[in-house]
């Protein structure tokens, strides 16, 4: 756990002089490879909520910064299509998240990957099957949506759901959850046919809080992705 958690801590003083990856190469892949290429941003750039199961109430909030780091398990292929050597690719993200009647939450998150031309936005509903108390545990259903923009190169987007359950003890809430991903890569270059790509994903995290000040992290496997994320903020 600890070697897993490196790259996540050196994420956290990642300086965005560092990166050069611009996705402007695609064209270079062949068909298996764009396959694989699109396996490792499925992984990447799908909807990671970093948050517990349960409802937070008409007045709740959950606003944060959020860093997550994920394994690329084609590296090659990432140096092909963008010319940088990276073996983990950092996406920061203002992530909020807002409470609604009935035990719904609305969220959504948008980010630009530094000194790339990634830009990625997402959004999420969830329901609170269980609203979650001092005694019984919350238990969501969340459906949720990505979609990659500033690539020319390149249409990208996510679907996903997936079911999480969470209990507070004091301050901590563990949590955890299991769902599914679907994910549309389009290539706008000569030689390239799009991909479809469909991957499992389970997810387990703890969330810290005190008073108004907010700490979660997370660690979720999508496909063969293995992707650390960590958010800092408020939630009330």
């Keep these: 756990m600890k070697r897993a958690l490196f790259p996540v801590l050196c994420g956290l003083f990642f300086s965005s002089s560092a990166l050069a990856n611009d996705l402007d190469n695609i064209g270079a892949l062949l068909q298996t490879e764009f396959k694989n290429f699109s396996k490792d941003l499925t992984g990447?750039?799908?909807?990671?909520?970093?948050?517990?199961?349960?409802?937070?109430g008409l007045t709740g909030f959950d606003i944060g910064i959020e860093l997550g780091v994920t394994e690329l398990k084609h590296s090659n292929l990432w140096q092909t299509a963008t010319g940088s050597d990276e073996n983990w690719l950092p996406v920061p993200k203002l992530h909020?998240?807002?409470?609604?009647?009935f035990d719904f939450n609305i969220g959504g998150f948008y980010t630009q990957v530094p000194d790339s031309n990634i830009k990625l936005w997402g959004a999420e509903l969830s329901y609170a099957i269980l609203a979650g108390s001092t005694l019984t545990p919350a238990l969501a259903v969340r459906g949720a949506y990505t979609r990659l923009t500033g690539v020319s190169q390149l249409d990208f987007e996510t679907r996903?759901?997936?079911?999480s359950v969470s209990k507070g003890f004091a301050m901590?809430?563990?949590?955890?959850?299991?769902?599914?991903?679907?994910?549309?890569?389009?290539?706008?270059?000569?030689?390239?046919?799009?991909?479809?790509?469909?991957?499992?994903?389970?997810?387990?995290?703890?969330?810290?809080?005190i008073a108004l000040g907010n700490l979660a992290i997370e660690a979720d496997k999508t496909g063969d992705n293995m992707t650390y994320s960590a958010k800092l903020g408020l939630r009330f």
């Design 160 to 163: 996903s759901i997936d079911v």
């Design 44 to 56: 990447a750039l799908s909807y990671k909520a970093v948050q517990p199961a349960e409802a937070m």
């Design 96 to 101: 909020i998240s807002k409470g609604l009647p």
């Design 172 to 209: 901590f809430t563990p949590f955890a959850g299991v769902g599914y991903v679907w994910a549309d890569s389009n290539p706008n270059v000569a030689g390239l046919s799009s991909e479809k790509i469909e991957a499992s994903k389970i997810f387990a995290g703890l969330n810290f809080n």
